[in-house]
């Protein structure tokens, strides 16, 4: 258990309302990640980080941008949300000498 | 792009059968992963396979990595309800990043 805090778990919100998913993890692991999970897809990369202030795209990165001022903290942020981005989002890190990904319990987002 | 097609899709059977769940691509991975997500959680790492053709057990399960590294398999014996859940592969693919190919997952049932 990496100490992986995901907030808000449960969120409803309209069409075109920006949104915010918070990740807080305690054990320093220094790379994290943001994944989308949908039935039929498996988990899917959003957008990754090798450290503070230091983030790439993953391949379902549009409508999707992320910020990491501090070691422990993730952000992933929708800009406008949409309904094809309902879905469950989880939060990963891993150590880096390590190979196991270790995840949050996940975000469940309805855009209606 | 690399693929993982996992297969079956879903399984459902009694308590105390043998089933073998496959994970295949046309790509080679330097290692593959199994992981284990449960209704409401995030998936939690059962393994990592590095070497061609290795075998690790995990008291009832049997994971295969095959020859070429194309290909995985877990072989669970005299399944029990607790090994209900979603059973996902995850192939590890290049040298940096340590960025994941995920298969889409094999949901399996155990009824008692």
């Known amino acids: 258990d990496a100490g992986i805090t995901q907030s808000p778990r449960h969120k409803v919100t309209e069409t075109g309302t920006p949104v915010t998913l918070r990740c807080h993890q305690t054990?320093?692991?220094?790379?994290m990640y943001w994944y989308r999970q949908d039935p039929g897809h498996g988990l899917r990369l959003i957008h990754y980080?090798?450290?503070?202030?230091?983030?790439d795209k993953g391949e379902v990165s549009d409508g999707y941008s992320v910020s990491r001022s501090k070691t422990e903290d993730f952000l992933l942020t929708l800009e406008s949300a949409t309904s094809s981005q309902t879905s469950v989002y989880f939060c990963?890190?891993?150590?880096?000498?390590?190979?196991?990904?270790?995840f949050g319990e996940g975000s469940w987002l309805t855009v209606v | 792009t690399q693929l993982l097609e996992q297969s079956p899709q879903f399984l459902s059977i009694q308590e105390g059968e043998n089933l073998t769940v496959y994970c295949n691509s046309s790509?080679?991975?330097?290692?593959l992963q199994w992981y284990r997500q449960e209704p409401g959680e995030g998936p939690v790492l059962l393994v990592t396979?590095?070497?061609g053709g290795e075998v690790k057990k995990l008291k009832r399960l049997t994971f295969q990595f095959g020859d070429a590294r194309k290909d995985s398999s877990l072989h669970i014996t005299a399944a029990q309800p607790g090994d209900t859940g979603l059973y996902l592969c995850?192939?590890?693919?290049?040298?940096?990043?340590?960025?994941?190919?995920w298969g889409a997952g094999t949901k399996l049932i155990i009824k008692p």
């Open positions: 980080s090798y450290g503070v202030k230091d983030t």
């Open positions: 054990e320093n692991h220094r790379y």
């Open positions: 790509s080679v991975f330097s290692s």
């Open positions: 396979v590095v070497t």
């Open positions: 995850a192939g590890h693919w290049g040298d940096s990043n340590y960025q994941l190919i």
């Open positions: 990963a890190t891993r150590q880096v000498s390590g190979n196991t990904i270790y």
